[in-house]
């Protein structure tokens, strides 16, 4: 039997899905999906899938990945679909189709507990109380766990100022010089991923050892037949983050930090640890006053010696500063490198920023950007436009000089590599996604959703508001927004396009509904990610308020609400790329270059996505319902509104303020009917 038989077999109405989905119930778009994955997998190969909410795409890539009997790597956007995918669906489908595969989950360091980092920060006088207790707590779940897998840990905040001290970092990492090295739980996980059969990862640790080769992939990759980029609308943004060069103030800080530790642990009175910590911390205290008051979460343009409105000596003088504090560190160093290897590591990590600071002293790399991101740190940036380079020549094996079209003859009969995401552009080559990612001449496939949305969701475009720059335009988006949720019982979600809407938006709403026992404002950023959506899927079960949350950002995608906990969502403005974004504007006089439009080639495609993931928080089950609100008039008034609502789902358009509250109240009124 061919694996597309296979593949077609189990699809079935009588085939062993049944077996692990409850409810399954056989879907064209899937199964045409899987049938292309299966082909891909059989001939080798690009293959690019944009699959519609509600299609079920994981089951499509994994079935066939699994009956093939090949070695497969699978890659999602972020830890949480990772654990998702590994602990869930995986099983379910090895257990169905009855296959003898072997799995693997595998992150990046900052996810493992670090023995040996733990027992330093345990002996460290400079922690805190508040961080002493949750050292205590970790080290009592260290006596228990078998995978050192920190998500595991329950009621650790992911935010917490702790975890830095309990995992360890490519720079700080002992390796094979570790006291603790037999027990680590990185290298682990990185020996069950390569006797793996199935291993899970993501794309932050993808491309950290595309770019560094430190992560355990150089070995792993080779081995693959079959490699899975899930959610790969990220791909792209998450490459460039790792092909570029970094170096932020928060790195010395924590190296000054690790290296007074040491000093004072291991070899007080050999060297003056103080005062070379307080050098390190001066330097990095010097660069970032040297920006200025610029905006906490602005990006500096980098084009000339200094960033934009930095004045060039004093900047020049405080990367030297920086350097010469390094280089000085490294002399203490090298004193003491025979007494423990963590000052071997500890030179090595000075040795590091030393030399990426001698290169930002110097000119960017010719065809890459610089920026300097501004907070209460500051990192300094030098990024490639796109990963289409990375991706042809380290993925794909082409050679720099081969053009596209030699794509295919390199990958016949070699990998099939499979990328799939709900959102991957808005036409038929979804350029969008394939022309930065290199994959140009990558098979294409198009998979619309199963859902009904003219029947399921309605589309409402206010005419009345302010024009999105009115300074007048979020308060007017709250009031809509905090009439509708009063309409709704809560079950409401405003998704932002800026960090000042957001908080707009959110104090406004807070104000409004201060003391109500109806209504509660979540606002990004006051809780964890996952406990504001924890809350919001709650929704008033068990008496408590209805939600409003507010959020921006990441809250556009990979947030999954269904059922009546989500009924509305309202987007303030339509999510065009900031233009005064040094990435966005190098890639804008890039497309200028050769010819063509930036509006037309970028900022309305990557608003068409974005819209699109935006509107797609809001239908996610065949039984949901719904409306999507856009507060931007421009989607009604500009000709390239046609274009973005194109993009959107066919929804059932609500032409009148009037037309909008009668949806509202339709929403209630079954919600009440079917309880």
């Not at 800026?498 to 809780?527: K, M």
Request: charged share 25%; with cysteine; hydrophobic share 45%.
């Amino acid at each position: 039997m061919t694996l597309t038989e296979a593949v077609r077999g189990a699809f079935a109405a009588d085939g062993a899905l049944p077996r692990a989905a409850e409810a399954f119930r056989p879907r064209d778009g899937q199964t045409e999906m899987a049938l292309a994955v299966a082909d891909a997998i059989e001939t080798g190969g690009a293959l690019v899938v944009e699959a519609g909410t509600g299609v079920g795409k994981t089951f499509s890539y994994l079935v066939p990945a699994l009956l093939s009997g090949e070695r497969v790597l699978v890659s999602t956007a972020t830890k949480t679909l990772q654990d998702q995918l590994f602990g869930r669906d995986l099983p379910r489908l090895v257990e169905a189709l009855g296959v003898p595969v072997r799995t693997a989950l595998l992150k990046g360091r900052a996810s493992y507990l670090c023995l040996h980092r733990m027992e330093q920060a345990r002996r460290d006088p400079g922690v805190d109380r508040a961080a002493t207790v949750t050292l205590a707590r970790i080290e009592q779940w260290s006596q228990a766990t078998r995978t050192g897998d920190l998500a595991e840990m329950p009621g650790l905040d992911e935010r917490s100022p702790v975890l830095p001290l309990v995992t360890s970092t490519r720079e700080n990492c002992l390796g094979s010089q570790c006291p603790r090295f037999r027990e680590c739980h990185v290298n682990h996980a990185r020996r069950e991923a390569l006797a793996a059969d199935v291993v899970v990862v993501n794309h932050h640790l993808f491309f950290a050892d595309l770019a560094v080769r430190e992560s355990g992939m150089a070995e792993l990759l080779p081995t693959v037949k079959v490699a899975v980029f899930d959610e790969a609308h990220q791909l792209n943004e998450t490459g460039v983050q790792f092909l570029g060069r970094q170096l932020g103030t928060g790195q010395l800080i924590d190296f000054a930090r690790d290296l007074l530790a040491a000093g004072l642990q291991l070899a007080r009175g050999l060297a003056d640890w103080s005062g070379l910590a307080g050098s390190l911390d001066r330097a990095g205290r010097e660069l970032r006053l040297v920006v200025g008051r610029s905006t906490a979460g602005s990006r500096l343009r980098w084009t000339a010696q200094a960033p934009e409105g930095v004045p060039p000596q004093p900047w020049e003088e405080a990367l030297d500063d920086l350097r010469a504090a390094c280089e000085d560190a490294m002399d203490a160093l090298s004193t003491v490198s025979e007494i423990a290897p963590d000052f071997v590591r500890l030179h090595e990590r000075a040795a590091g920023i030393a030399e990426r600071a001698a290169r930002f002293a110097g000119p960017a790399e010719p065809g890459a950007v610089r920026w300097v991101d501004v907070g209460t740190q500051l990192r300094l940036v030098e990024s490639p436009l796109d990963i289409a380079h990375a991706v042809r020549t380290r993925l794909l094996g082409m050679k720099d000089d081969e053009d596209d079209g030699a794509q295919d003859e390199q990958l016949t009969g070699g990998r099939a590599w499979i990328f799939t995401s709900a959102t991957l552009g808005d036409d038929a080559r979804l350029s969008w996604f394939t022309e930065p990612c290199g994959l140009s001449s990558a098979q294409v496939l198009r998979v619309g959703s199963p859902f009904d949305y003219p029947s399921q969701a309605s589309l409402y475009l206010p005419a009345n508001l302010p024009k999105p720059a009115d300074p007048g335009h979020s308060l007017a988006v709250s009031r809509l927004a905090g009439q509708a949720a009063q309409h709704l019982g809560g079950r409401t979600m405003v998704l932002t396009t800026t960090l000042r809407a957001l908080r707009a938006i959110g104090e406004d709403l807070q104000r409004r509904f201060d003391g109500s026992r109806d209504i509660e404002v979540l606002v990004q950023g006051q809780w964890p990610k996952r406990r504001l959506i924890e809350r919001f899927r709650e929704g008033s079960a068990g008496g408590a308020p209805g939600c409003l949350l507010v959020a921006s950002a990441s809250f556009w995608e990979g947030v999954d609400v269904p059922g009546d906990a989500l009924e509305l969502v309202v987007i303030d403005k339509l999510p065009f790329p900031p233009p005064g974004d040094p990435l966005v504007e190098a890639r804008s006089q890039r497309l200028e270059a050769q010819g063509r439009s930036p509006f037309n080639d970028y900022f309305v495609p990557e608003a068409a996505v974005a819209l699109k993931q935006g509107a797609g928080r809001l239908i996610r089950r065949e039984s949901d319902r719904g409306v999507l609100v856009v507060c931007d008039t421009r989607l009604a008034t500009m000709g390239y509104g046609r274009r973005l609502l194109a993009a959107l789902p066919p929804m059932r358009r609500l032409r009148s303020g009037e037309e909008f509250e009668a949806a509202l109240d339709a929403l209630a009124a079954a919600r009440l009917a079917a309880a």
